[in-house]
């Protein structure tokens, strides 16, 4: 069983950046990928970006890379995702998410001005 709580969100305006954190529980979370989804009001819920077990390897959805970059931290079993460059269409609740499994309550991103 993994546990996994998400925090960092919050209200910004177009351009400006923000620090997504999901702090898992579980002994076994390192040996996990993670994964970054959000869904948007009246959309579904859709992937952001990916990464392995060991942190070596990452994936984006198109419309994020360059501006988004997930991260990891085994040791003290957290994810990150790192958000520069906010645009209105990045306003989302975003989802942590454990090898397709398991996942968090969400925390809320608007990027309004």
């Known amino acids: 069983q993994v546990q996994l709580v998400e925090s960092g969100g919050g209200l910004v305006q177009p351009g400006e950046s923000l620090r997504l954190s999901c702090a898992a529980s579980g002994s076994i979370f390192s040996i996990y990928a993670m994964y970054w989804y959000r869904q948007a009001p009246g959309k579904e819920r859709d992937l952001v970006a990916s990464?392995?077990?060991?942190?070596?390897?990452?994936n984006y959805v198109d419309s994020v890379k360059g501006r988004f970059t997930i991260s990891r931290d085994n040791a003290k079993a957290m994810v990150y995702l790192q958000m520069d460059s906010l645009k209105p269409e990045d306003t989302a609740v975003y989802y942590c998410?454990?090898?397709?499994?398991?996942w968090g309550q969400g925390t809320l991103v608007i990027v309004s001005s």
């Open positions: 998410n454990a090898g397709r499994f398991y």
């Open positions: 990464i392995n077990a060991g942190g070596s390897s990452a």
